[in-house]
Each structure stands twice: as structure tokens, then as C-alpha cells.
């Protein structure tokens, strides 16, 4: 069993920064590819942002290119998710999955179906 708890969310205004930090159990975090996903007001959860177990691979959507950085630390079982410029339309909830199974060294994925562990979110809310 794979516990993510999100923390980080909160109200800035546009333009501004917020890190947004996962923090998992399991032994085996480092093993793990990771995702981002968000879910605005009234839309369809999307994926954000994701990483290889090792760190060696990340990709975005490309919206949020070159404004959103994921990262890890294997030591301390934690992903995260720097955002900056933020806009209005980045509101939403932000949530972190886990892919605990099939992960190679510059493996990610898009693919919510494929993220077998999420966390409960945290509430982003960008004001313009």
C-alpha cells in the first residue's frame, strides 16, 4: 500500500510561484514513477507533469512548458511540482499519482490509467 499527501497549495496571484510537494510511503518510493495531475473548476482532471523513478526522464504538458518543474528526492520520498508565472486558468486541484509496477530507469507516463496510487490534492487558486 502506497500513501501521497500533498501539501504547498494555496492563493497567489498571477504571476507569482507556488511548490507544491508529495510525500509517499513505501519502501520502494524510489522505484516509483510519479505524475502531477490537475482538475479545474467544471473541466476533466488533465495530466501535468511527470518523472522517471530515476529522475533521468520528465515531460509536460505543454502548457505548462517551461513554467513547471518536477522533481524528486528519492531520500526523502517526496515529488515536486515548482510552478511559476502562474495564471489564472492553472486554478484547480493538484493532485500527485504513483505508477508502483512496470517502471524502468527513464520511464513516465500521461496516462492517468496507468498511475495505480493518487493522493487526496491540494487546492491551487491563482487570482488575476
Known amino acids: 500500500q502506497v500513501q501521497l499527501v500533498e501539501s504547498g497549495g494555496g492563493l497567489v496571484q498571477a504571476g507569482g510561484s507556488l511548490r507544491l510537494s508529495c510525500a509517499a510511503s513505501?519502501?520502494?518510493?524510489?522505484?516509483?514513477?510519479m505524475g502531477w495531475f490537475r482538475q479545474g473548476p467544471g473541466k476533466e482532471r488533465e495530466f501535468v507533469a511527470a518523472?522517471?523513478?530515476?529522475?533521468?526522464?520528465?515531460n509536460y504538458a505543454d502548457s505548462m512548458k517551461g513554467r513547471f518543474t518536477i522533481s524528486r528526492d528519492n531520500a526523502k520520498n517526496t515529488v515536486y511540482l515548482q510552478m511559476n508565472s502562474l495564471k489564472p486558468e492553472d486554478t484547480a486541484v493538484y493532485y500527485c499519482?504513483?505508477?508502483?509496477?512496470?517502471?524502468?530507469?527513464?520511464?513516465?507516463?500521461?496516462?492517468?490509467?496507468?498511475?495505480?496510487?493518487w493522493g487526496q490534492g491540494t487546492e491551487v487558486t491563482v487570482s488575476s
Open positions: 513505501g519502501r520502494t518510493f524510489s522505484r516509483y514513477a
Open positions: 518523472i522517471s523513478w530515476s529522475g533521468g526522464r520528465t
Open positions: 499519482a504513483a505508477k508502483t509496477y512496470g517502471s524502468t530507469y527513464y520511464s513516465t507516463s500521461s496516462h492517468e490509467y496507468e498511475y495505480d496510487y
